[in-house]
């Protein structure tokens, strides 16, 4: 069981990094999976971490955001 991490940053005012501490107070990430510079409106399956982080998740793992939106 692995803990994965999945970041998105589509504005100025967000940043990996920020991600990434909110996450780490909580959770130790096993793995990252980051989409920069892409568009909310973008379809998920469009961005290539994304697409990467699904490729890579199980049924067991746990996936970690630090918003759904």
Not at 25 to 35: E, L, Y
Request: hydrophobic content about 40%; some cysteine; glycine content about 4%.
């Amino acid at each position: 069981m692995a803990v994965i991490g999945y970041c998105r940053v589509s504005t100025q005012d967000q940043t990996v990094d920020n991600q990434k501490l909110q996450i780490e107070k909580v959770h130790k990430v096993d793995k990252w999976f980051i989409d920069e510079a892409v568009s909310g409106a973008t379809k998920a399956t469009s961005r290539d971490g994304f697409r990467d982080m699904m490729n890579y998740v199980r049924c067991d793992d746990t996936l970690v955001v630090v918003a759904i939106d």
